[in-house]
């Protein structure tokens, strides 16, 4: 049996005609089964949805109750058969409820990374390795220059920041669902004991990770005196860093934290004073190993640079190729729901 015959790609996403169902399909369709919580993998209008209760938590705050005609939720590690296939969820690391989905028929087993990174967070399940035949995995930063280092350097580099300028407000720009959170539990992982700052767009999920984890005093900057805000710490998403919601905080220091910003242009053309390299993807290293590591003998390349990913693989005696499907985006982009309206 050739993995096509389990899996086929299409435009739209990653189709099983035998199981009836897609993976993170970029469009509605019957029965989708989906990694994670993003807007570019979770999507609604779906006929039915499997996911892990995490992530239709997600989808129901984001999208309203009737997100999808019905949904089943899935704990890690748990089988389910659809039509004859035997799916499994594991855990990938990328954020709360993120899952790699195990599709296997026939003695064949086919990988579905979704996003993942292997580095510890501690607002989510760790990365599991899952022996396969086949490895569909994403390439966000899939070039050799993406290799993002310690995420607890970085915090240290924002809290030295902050104890260098105790007048100046630290204005972090970070994604709304995941990031945000993650960055949160790495300042209290550190030491950082202060009250946390919130951008009103990121109230709703992050009280649904407070209600699951300490996170420590956290306090909406809408209400804030001026004064209030000298020395804070705020997490904002990344385009409120330029709105006209930024100019309360008082000479505020721009940050953003991102793997892009190992691009020190990004950083200067977004006028980023400190950009922290902080990813919830793999790096080149990470996505080389684990590729390597599950002992897949086919790789299929989705989400991000996949030609170099594609070519790494070949010169090792891989089969591979890019999937080429449009739809998904990357961990620097905005989600529409999330677009922060200027605040007075």
Partial sequence: ????????????GVCC????????????VARALITHGHSDHARAGHGAVLATQETLDFMRLRYGENFAGRTQAIAYGETVTLDGVRVTFHPAGHMLGSAQ???????????????????????CASFELVPCDV?????????????????DAEIEKLLHSVALFPERAHLVGAYSLGKAQRLIALLRKAGYGAP??????????TRYYADRMDLGELRLVTGARKGELGGAVAIAPPTALT???????????????????????????????????????ADWDDLTATIAATGASEVWVTHGQEDALVHWCTTRGLRARP????????????????RPQSQP
Avoid at 103 to 122: C, F, H, Q, T
Avoid at 135 to 151: D, K, M, N, Q, Y
Avoid at 255 to 261: E, L, P, Y
């Fill in 243 to 281: 709105d006209l919601w930024s100019r309360r905080f008082p000479e505020p220091v721009t940050a953003f934290a991102s793997g892009w910003m190992r691009v020190r242009a990004r950083a200067r053309q977004r006028g980023i004073e400190l950009p922290l390299v902080i990813s919830d993807h």
């Fill in 17 to 28: 005609k035998a199981g009836n169902f897609h993976i993170d399909p970029t469009r509605p």
């Fill in 196 to 205: 946390i700052y919130l951008h009103g767009a990121m109230e709703k999920i």
């Fill in 323 to 338: 999937l080429d499907i449009v739809g998904y985006g990357d961990e620097g982009e905005e989600e529409p729901d999330e």
């Fill in 101 to 123: 989905i195990a599709v296997e028929a026939n003695g064949l087993r086919i990988v579905a990374s979704g996003d993942y990174k292997n580095v510890a967070d501690p607002t």
């Fill in 135 to 151: 490895f569909i995995t994403e390439a966000t930063f899939g070039l050799p220059v993406f290799r993002h280092g310690s995420a």
């Fill in 1 to 12: 049996m050739r993995p096509e015959d389990i899996l086929l790609p299409t435009p739209s």
